[in-house]
């Protein structure tokens, strides 16, 4: 196998990044820096390290696909230094080397997807394969059609990037709120937040419902479950595995 497709098998990186990490001299196997873009290595014998650390192959049939349905106050990390709550808190099983496949907000719930399969997960995460997500949106004040029509043609964010067009629904209209559902196919730091921020309007609550073909459905706060076969070729599909 070559060291590039085994470091993004692991969830290190995506090959692409591997490589770079090759050419830098962090990654070493059997004790011996390697370098060589192309390099092939027996993922049943041999030891590979990134900056010393021992990273371990996962086979196929011991890939794990879970769906999570993240509560508001916690962070999608394995680790907090302030103690605050993680997702991997509320995930009874063994979760050795288990990731989530991007991140939602502390203050933000819904789907996550979590897996020890590196490469889908680099694959889900990579821009150029544009998986939508969708969100359960509610602003604090009522909103018009031309700055519906914004967001769906795209906006600039306070750093200069024009987000992709969305798809916006308003669901209901309050007396001093409106609720939306919006699926865009980008994932920005707290692009949700940020795209109303742009036409004045602030996000009072955010929960994301699909991320690609997968749907949160009725899964209770803090629940997880394995995903199915099903779904499981869905995803594979919209990646053109």
């Known amino acids: 196998m070559r060291l590039n497709r085994y470091l993004s098998l692991t969830g290190i990186s995506s090959r692409r990044k591997a490589e770079q990490f090759i050419l830098e001299g962090k990654i070493s196997v059997n004790g011996e820096v390697v370098k060589l873009l192309g390099t092939q290595i027996n993922e049943d014998k041999d030891v ?7 990273i371990n192959y996962i086979p196929k ?10 509560p508001k106050g ?5 680790s907090d230094d302030r103690n605050r709550k993680t997702i991997f808190d509320y995930i009874n099983i063994d979760k050795t080397r288990l ?23 680099n694959k889900l995460m990579h821009p150029s394969y544009e998986i939508p997500k969708k969100y359960s949106v509610k602003i604090n004040s009522s909103i018009s059609e031309s700055e519906l029509a914004q967001l769906r043609k795209g906006v600039l964010l306070d750093d200069g990037h024009k987000t992709l067009p969305a798809k916006i629904r308003v669901t209901e209209k309050l007396k001093e709120a409106t609720k939306l559902d919006v699926t865009i196919k980008e994932g920005k730091n707290r692009q949700i937040h940020r795209m109303f921020k742009a036409i004045g309007k602030e996000v009072i609550f955010l929960k994301r419902t699909d991320y690609g073909p ?3 459905g009725g899964l209770s706060r803090g629940s997880f479950r394995p995903l199915s076969n099903m779904e499981l070729e869905m995803l594979r599909s919209v990646l053109g595995d």
């Open 48 to 54: 590979v390290r990134i900056d010393g650390e021992i």
């Open 214 to 216: 997968i749907h949160l």
């Open 99 to 121: 990731f989530s496949v991007g991140r939602l907000d502390y203050n933000t719930e819904g789907i996550i997807l979590l897996t020890n399969d590196g490469e889908m997960a």
């Open 74 to 78: 916690c962070l999608c990390t394995a």
């Open 61 to 70: 049939e011991c890939f794990t696909y879970l769906v999570f349905h993240k």
